[in-house]
């Protein structure tokens, strides 16, 4: 059974190779787009019957598919109408079966259909229009600025790579495509099909904190007088890399509040306590001094004989008595011991001492205890009632 298999698919191979070789055939995109003022290749190739003839026995015929004598190539230049003169020319090899032709300086009218011709020199009969297989071409006012593609969100000190790209349909004259930040670059030219290709550049560079909300620029030229889009903008964004002054920075900063905190808080109780100190040192001439002051001179008035301390006491208590010199008791005090008063026609009675406000008296020595002491208001306390 294998053999058998075998014979049959090499026998119906040869049948069909036959009955496919006798058959005119070409393959073309049937609509194009073209940059107005740029260039674009219309992708051709055919095959024909009988055996494959070299490139100079072989001639290319591109015509406008509603008259066939508005011939828009020939290699004859003298045949080609005016408005196609020298804008136009085949781009592929003929002996290779391929019939590409390039249209130049493309303008608003190259719209087409254009259609394909072959002639072969071997006899008058091979000859053939592919009518049926025309290409149409939209065309392109103005251009778009070219795709640019990478990470917003950059490390400082890592490398990165952003690409710009740009897609067209004249790979004999390659777009130009050029960066606004300095780097390595790499650019590439690739046929993506369907009479399309690309030109991409890659940007390598490593971004420093001078890059930080900054942009990136990529500016594409086109062959002719291009009007429209050309530059495409990427806005980048880099993070610090973390160094020793990330932490020293801080500490030191927060070291520094501290420290400052500290002295402001030192000063502050300073100041307080030698106020403090200040009003301790103030109160020595305060009420318990005077007081105390007081106590011991009148002690020490009581020691002395005579009637000069009583009167002295007389008098004060006189002069701050709240009875009206008429209401003043009228009678004849003798002197008598100490704090004792007799009044007449009265039996002798005593009269306690108002104690010193301290139970136990101090030692001054060394200070005068006759010191004038002017506020009488305070010596009212110590007068015999």
């Not at 964004?237 to 900063?253: D, G, R, T, W, Y």
């Not at 301390?309 to 209401?327: K, M, N, V």
């Amino acid at each position: 059974m294998d053999v058998r298999a075998g014979v049959f698919l090499y026998w119906f191979h040869i049948i069909c190779a036959g009955v496919f070789a006798d058959v005119w055939k070409v393959q073309v995109e049937p609509e194009m787009e073209a940059l107005v003022s740029s260039c674009v290749v219309l992708p051709c190739s055919f095959t024909y019957p009988g055996q494959q003839q070299p490139s100079d026995r072989t001639k290319a015929i591109w015509h406008k598919k509603d008259n066939w004598n508005d011939i828009i190539f020939h290699k004859d230049g003298s045949k080609v109408e005016d408005n196609f003169k020298g804008r136009t020319k085949l781009v592929g090899s003929l002996g290779s079966s391929n019939c590409s032709l390039e249209i130049d300086q493309v303008r608003n009218h190259d719209n087409g259909p254009f259609c394909f011709r072959v002639e072969l020199e071997t006899s008058t009969k091979d000859k053939y229009s592919f009518v049926d297989n025309c290409v149409s071409i939209k065309m392109i006012e103005q251009s778009s600025k070219p795709d640019l593609q990478g990470e917003q969100s950059l490390q400082e000190g890592q490398p990165t790579v952003i690409k710009c790209s740009v897609r067209h349909t004249c790979p004999s004259y390659q777009p130009t495509l050029t960066w606004s930040h300095s780097g390595k670059i790499m650019t590439s030219y690739k046929h993506i099909g369907h009479g399309l290709w690309e030109v991409e550049s890659l940007l390598t560079f490593t971004p420093t904190k001078e890059d930080d909300h900054s942009s990136i620029n990529c500016t594409v030229e086109h062959h002719g007088k291009v009007i429209g889009e050309r530059v495409a903008t990427h806005s980048i964004f880099v993070k610090e890399q973390a160094s020793l002054m990330h932490i020293v920075v801080p500490a030191v900063s927060s070291l520094g509040a501290a420290l400052f905190v500290g002295l402001l808080c030192f000063f502050i109780v300073k100041r307080y306590k030698k106020r403090i100190a200040d009003l301790q040192s103030r109160d020595g001439n305060g009420m318990w001094s005077r007081l105390s002051r007081l106590s011991r001179r009148f002690h020490s008035g009581d020691g002395r004989s005579g009637s000069g301390g009583r009167e002295q006491r007389r008098s004060i208590w006189s002069r701050f008595s709240r009875r009206g010199q008429g209401h003043q008791v009228q009678g004849n005090y003798d002197s008598k011991a100490n704090n004792v008063c007799t009044a007449s026609g009265n039996k002798p009675f005593s009269k306690g001492r108002m104690p010193s406000p301290k139970s136990e008296a101090k030692s001054y020595s060394g200070h005068n205890f006759d010191d004038d002491y002017t506020n009488t208001a305070d010596l009212n306390l110590y007068g015999n009632i």
